[in-house]
């Protein structure tokens, strides 16, 4: 059998994600001896320009340049995989949205002007794509279980339940119940929830759960005591863009 | 026959069990849980613990069996130590009890009746128990235990309620004495503000309007489902090990997520969250009552308390069964 | 005795019915009803339960659409692999208790493989019941199942099938197939509910349609039996995912009879 061509790719981003997959040590030797790594940033200096069969696409589009590579490597395989929380959601990248550009441009682009932009968004609004791995970073497990199912012939499925639900069966405190700002019910676990189990709020970095429900979300982080602008600026970190689609989706339906 | 034990002797008690078993018992740390004791000044009686037991019987990640090279491989069970728990509650002694009921309704459950069986029980009474969420004086409580352990002035009457916990005070009869006290009705009294009419709530399971006004408030995080004491639903999931073995592992499920009632080709059963939230109430209230002659809830009132929004069904249930009665 | 335990049994035959469905002959041999389900697993895929299409103590017969996991997986094995299977679980349709009646056998889609059971059990009690229709409604020509055995029921019983959508080209004739839907062409026949039992299994929306039309026909609920579909975990009758207002489908189903299940749709 010949081993499926994998490729890891990266755009705009801080490519914690690819460490992620790096920190398998463990594991990595036996990963690599069942799939063909065809490019990876970091370890192949050469980016391949062929098929391949499963990709992993790390990074927020925040330019021309990114948009066509995305583009060029979702022709070019067969399964596209979003990666983190910047692909799948947008990330920190994307706050860029939702701040007037006349704040940010002097600030960065004032010596690389040159740059063709983009507003900042996540991978699926180019491509299709075929599976998220979410979360910043996302869990390492969770990647080599998701290449395990695809080399097993098996759909992988993401996990789909709120960050409440493991916090609550690893025994920890309500943060929520505690007044702090802890965005766990509207946000999708998977990541053994890992902050909280530390004692540090959600930030949502998995993005928004499939039954999120923002609106009261926010009046719940109201009777806490926080502002709207607060609560505003917590929610955008992370699930700003993909919250905002939801709100047009709703409005597009009530319509 | 009741027994007694002072104060001092029960440390004691205590102390020696711990020595020769994992007793596990609520323990005030970052958050109340039961944990294994190490000693018995740990023990915290007074708290209506926030987690509950059904950890040790229904276990998250219960492996159920291996696939290894072509065969499938039972786990050894006989490998389960053996524990006591000590200071359950009534609430968390019955939920202990209906699940002896749910996971032996047609077919047994090997892994939890095997973990049942390793258990020993000591429960506690406390007249003023919980806050103003719990109501359990409002739902069928049918206990079963080893020991039973009232709270005197200066001493614990001591209730035997098996052979298991015969041989317990049998083995420290150093330490308890024998008691002429008749345990009366009030001295079982659990004080509760909290109070549900009704728990035939047939009548208003069409009644939208009200659901609809407890649901607008579910954030549809699942905590409810998490710290039941009764939940016990659960689902399967095969995880892979690097060796090339499957394992086949058990956890808990959550009817509040839509994932829950979803099948192959991502039809969801489920889909409104009002419909998910009356399934949680009616399985607690109706559905297992219909069954198996009681309600499952067993009135703790955990998943109010720790609601994020403190959605409070019991009032909203007792409203909408006026309602229905006029 | 460990319930969970599957054991292994291997395939004797595999073939395809449609692009998407395929039937298969496992070396499983229990004492079953019609509409009972079993338990098939893959190491490493996961489980499902897939509806029993045969009667007959020697061996079994699955009939299997390519939907999720653990089908897709099956999908892609041959003559001689081996799969895990637990079971029978449920209750089937209740064969014995309706003796004597006139069947009316509806289904949809995949949804006619339980009921291809009930039909090898009439083969083998065809003295016990009076008229059989067979009313079986496809998505297109494609997607036809049962083809080796349809020629032989439209021999013995009275047979109509009709494809929700027909192309040009489409090979109609060989069963005398209609085009529309399915209750769109019962509408047109003459449905007598004297004395007559409706065994439905089907995709919800045609169900629920069909239902409808039945109680027109003048059908009454206790008339009417359906294999119900839910997400199941253990089939044991604990893991609660499968409760329809308190009831298991494991246990207590698959097949229900309507008026169990009338009122609660969206449980």
């Not at chain 1, 066509?68 to 395989?77: L, S, T, Y």
């Not at chain 2, 409002?138 to 309620?161: I, P, Q, T």
């Not at chain 3, 073939?15 to 509409?35: A, L, M, Q, W």
């Not at chain 3, 893959?42 to 339960?49: C, K, Q, R, S, V």
Request: with cysteine.
């Amino acid at each position: 059998m010949t081993k499926p061509k994998v490729g890891f790719y990266s755009v705009t981003g801080c490519q914690g994600c690819l460490l992620s997959v790096i920190f398998n040590e463990e594991e990595l030797l036996g990963v690599l001896e069942k799939i063909d790594v065809k490019s990876f940033p970091f370890i192949k200096e050469k980016v391949y320009d062929g098929h391949l069969d499963i990709v992993f696409f790390e990074g927020v589009v925040t330019s021309k340049h990114d948009e066509e590579m995305v583009k060029k490597i979702r022709d070019q395989c067969d399964i596209f995989i979003a990666l983190g929380a910047c692909a799948t959601t947008g990330g920190v990248p994307a706050l860029r949205n939702f701040t007037p550009p006349e704040n940010i441009q002097p600030l960065i682009y004032h010596k690389a002007l040159e740059i063709t932009d983009v507003d900042p968004s996540p991978v699926d609004k180019y491509v299709k794509v075929d599976y998220y791995i979410q979360g910043c970073p996302p869990d390492k497990k969770e990647i080599l279980g998701f290449i395990d199912d695809l080399l097993r012939g098996k759909k992988p499925l993401m996990y789909s339940k709120p960050v409440c639900i493991e916090c609550r069966h690893n025994g920890n405190p309500c943060l929520l119940e505690k007044g702090l700002p802890c965005l766990g019910p509207v946000t999708n676990g998977g990541c053994n929830s890992v902050c909280t189990n530390g004692g540090l709020v959600c930030w949502g970095c998995r993005g928004p759960a499939q039954d999120a429900n923002f609106e009261l979300m926010i009046k719940v982080l109201k009777e806490k005591g926080y502002d709207e602008k607060f609560i505003k600026q917590r929610i955008d970190a992370f699930e700003g863009l993909k919250y905002k689609e939801k709100e047009d989706a709703k409005k597009k339906w009530l319509e | 026959m009741v027994y007694a034990i002072s104060f001092e002797n029960y440390n004691k008690f205590l102390d020696s069990l711990i020595q020769k078993t994992d007793v596990f018992a609520p323990v005030k740390g970052k958050v109340s849980s039961f944990e294994k004791l190490k000693s018995a000044e740990e023990f915290n009686a007074d708290v209506l613990t926030e987690y509950t037991a059904k950890n040790n019987f229904l276990k998250q990640g219960e492996l159920i069996l291996t696939h290894k090279e072509g065969e499938v491989v039972e786990p050894d069970l006989s490998k389960i130590k053996e524990k006591i728990l000590l200071g359950l509650r009534m609430c968390d002694l019955a939920s202990i009890k209906k699940h002896d009921i749910a996971m032996n309704n047609k077919y047994a459950d090997p892994y939890y009746n095997e973990r049942r069986k390793k258990v020993t029980l000591f429960g506690y009474h406390q007249k003023q128990c919980g806050d103003e969420y719990c109501f359990c004086q409002s739902v069928d409580l049918e206990v079963e235990y080893d020991l039973f352990f009232y709270k005197r002035a200066d001493h614990y009457l001591v209730e035997v309620g098996s052979d298991k916990g015969k041989t317990i005070i049998k083995d420290n009869q150093d330490l308890f004495e024998e008691s002429d006290y008749k345990m009366t009705k009030e001295d079982k009294e659990i004080d509760n503000q909290l109070k549900l009419d009704s728990h035939d709530i047939d009548d208003i399971y069409t009644n939208n309007r009200g659901w609809s006004a407890l649901v607008k408030d579910c954030l549809a995080c699942g905590q409810c489902n998490a710290l039941c004491p009764t939940c016990f639903c659960f689902e399967f999931r095969d995880v892979p090990k690097q060796d090339g073995s499957v394992e086949k592992k058990r956890f808990l499920s959550e009817c509040q997520l839509e994932c829950f009632s979803r099948v192959a080709g991502d039809h969801i059963f489920r889909k409104a969250q009002i419909d998910r939230f009356k399934h949680r109430i009616y399985h607690q209230l109706q559905y297992f009552k219909d069954k198996f002659g009681k309600t499952l809830c067993t009135g703790c009132g955990r998943c109010i308390r720790h609601c994020p929004t403190k959605i409070d069904f019991v009032t909203k249930i007792n409203e909408m069964k006026k309602e229905a009665k006029k | 005795m460990n319930d969970y335990i599957p054991q292994k049994v291997k395939i004797l035959e595999f073939y395809r019915e449609s692009p998407d469905n395929f039937s298969i002959v496992i070396d499983f041999k229990t004492d079953h009803e019609p509409g009972q389900f079993i338990q098939v697993s893959l190491p490493g895929i996961g489980e499902a339960p897939i509806s029993i299409c045969s009667y007959s103590k020697d061996h079994m017969k699955l009939n299997v659409r390519e939907i999720g996991s653990v089908t897709n997986s099956l999908g892609k094995l041959k003559e001689g692999d081996e799969i895990w299977v637990r079971g029978p679980y449920g209750k089937g349709y209740p064969m014995q208790e309706l003796k004597g009646n006139n069947l009316l056998i509806i289904g949809g889609g995949c949804g006619v493989a339980p009921l291809k059971g009930i039909i090898d059990y009439v083969d083998q009690n065809r003295e016990d019941y009076q008229n059989i229709d067979l009313f079986f409604g496809y998505r297109s020509v494609h997607d036809v199942l049962f083809r080796r055995e349809t020629p032989e029921w439209k021999n013995k019983y009275n047979l109509m099938m009709s494809v929700d959508k027909a192309e040009e080209g489409d090979d109609l004739a060989c069963f005398e197939m209609k085009t529309g839907y399915l209750m769109e062409r019962m509408k047109e026949l003459d449905i007598n509910s004297e004395n007559t039992v409706a065994f439905l299994c089907g995709p919800p929306i045609m169900i629920n349609k069909i239902i409808g039309l039945l109680k027109e026909k003048g059908f009454k609920s206790e008339q009417i039996f359906l294999s119900a579909e839910r997400l199941m975990q253990c089939a044991l009758g604990m893991c609660g995912h499968c409760m329809i207002h308190g009831k298991y489908t494991c246990l207590d189903g698959p097949v229900f009879r309507w008026d169990e299940l009338e009122n609660f749709k969206n449980d």
